[in-house]
């Protein structure tokens, strides 16, 4: 189950005096539904040594993996594979990590506990139980009044609050957010907890009777099966979309995937996209030409498309109508790429990375 916390515990340990001076180096992956061993290798051998990504992401695999072998060979280190779906990247990887008996350990989170015991008879399995409503609205109060107390009128609300959390604290930590800055009166937080549903189980949401007022939506386990229903057609805000019926949210503002896009015709309103996948992305031509678009984002980088290119390299006079603030993080091949940057006078922020030849002329 995603949002329960998986994450943010192994990163406290991770970070733990006690655990840095045990272990000569640690190195943190994240693994992802859509594993890419290129992706992983780096990610361990950058944080293991402090390298920028850049100064290794062209070297194949094969050297990759004897460059890791190497670098853990007679040493305890502890390395942490974050969203291990199944046990086909542990298959995979496994025997670039030296069994020398120095005591190094790894580390998966993950929603199935299989893979750990499925990776190792040895392993050790520690599984995270849901929230109590008590310890929800204990971590909301927390979250919003920091250590004042909250307001005797909030007591009967609270139980409604803390239920809509469905026990997970990552479900807490985003309600906290919208109603942190609000001001403390019961029938301002009433409101809002009919605009905002936190849901883990998305077929046990298509009928409740206040999806119409729903405005965020941040979707848990959500697959190709998965449906939005027409009821919900006035969300502005989708986390972790990955939906049929995508395109009847044609209020968008901001969307964040973690596949690949689909089709944006439908998105007149939207300001705001992050693509969270460490897959490089084609940019899709229409966004940029869409007029409200203010904000990219590409997690593993974006590229422009064949046919943008095509048109800036043939037409002289190429321009686009958009008017982008931020993009990152956009690869840069050739010159035509920075031409088509350049149609965007309102950029304030970019992120790229970048072949050097291309500055070599």
């Not at 192994?10 to 061993?37: D, E, G, H, I, L």
């Amino acid at each position: 189950m995603p949002g329960l916390g998986k994450t943010t515990l192994v990163n406290k340990v991770y970070n733990n005096p006690s655990v840095v001076y045990q272990f000569y180096k640690r190195a943190w992956c994240v693994v992802s539904q859509t594993y890419n061993k290129k992706h992983v290798l780096i990610d361990i051998l950058s944080s293991m040594r402090n390298l920028k990504r850049e100064k290794i992401v062209n070297m194949d695999d094969e050297s990759l993996a004897k460059d890791l072998y190497k670098s853990l060979k007679g040493r305890r280190d502890l390395i942490v594979m974050d969203d291990i779906w199944d046990t086909k990247p542990w298959d995979d990887l496994k025997r670039y990590f030296p069994d020398d008996g120095t005591r190094s350990r790894i580390l998966f989170t993950t929603r199935n506990k299989n893979v750990c015991s499925e990776a190792s008879p040895r392993s050790v399995i520690s599984t995270l139980p849901f929230l109590s409503e008590d310890e929800c609205w204990e971590l909301l109060r927390r979250k919003v009044f920091q250590d004042k107390n909250s307001p005797q009128e909030l007591l009967d609300i609270r139980k409604q609050i803390a239920a809509n959390c469905c026990g997970l604290p990552l479900a807490v930590v985003v309600i906290a957010g919208v109603i942190a800055n609000m001001e403390k009166k019961a029938h301002l937080w009433q409101k809002q907890h009919h605009h905002l549903s936190i849901n883990y189980n998305y077929t046990n949401i298509l009928s409740l009777p206040f999806g119409l007022h729903v405005r965020s939506l941040l979707c848990f386990d959500c697959d190709s099966s998965t449906s939005i229903s027409c009821s919900f057609k006035v969300v502005r805000d989708l986390e972790d979309g990955v939906v049929i019926g995508i395109e009847h949210l044609v209020h968008l503002r901001y969307l964040a995937i973690s596949a690949i896009l689909p089709p944006m015709e439908s998105f007149h309103r939207l300001e705001c996209l992050v693509v969270d996948t460490l897959d490089e992305i084609e940019i899709l031509d229409i966004l940029l030409s869409m007029l409200s678009l203010r904000h990219l984002h590409f997690l593993g980088g974006g590229y422009f498309s064949a046919s943008c290119l095509q048109q800036a390299t043939n037409n002289e006079s190429f321009q686009i109508n958009n008017n982008l603030q931020s993009i990152s993080m956009i690869i840069i091949y050739e010159e035509t790429d920075l031409k088509i940057l350049r149609c965007s006078p309102n950029l304030r922020r970019l992120k790229v990375f970048t072949s050097s030849h291309i500055f070599t002329q």
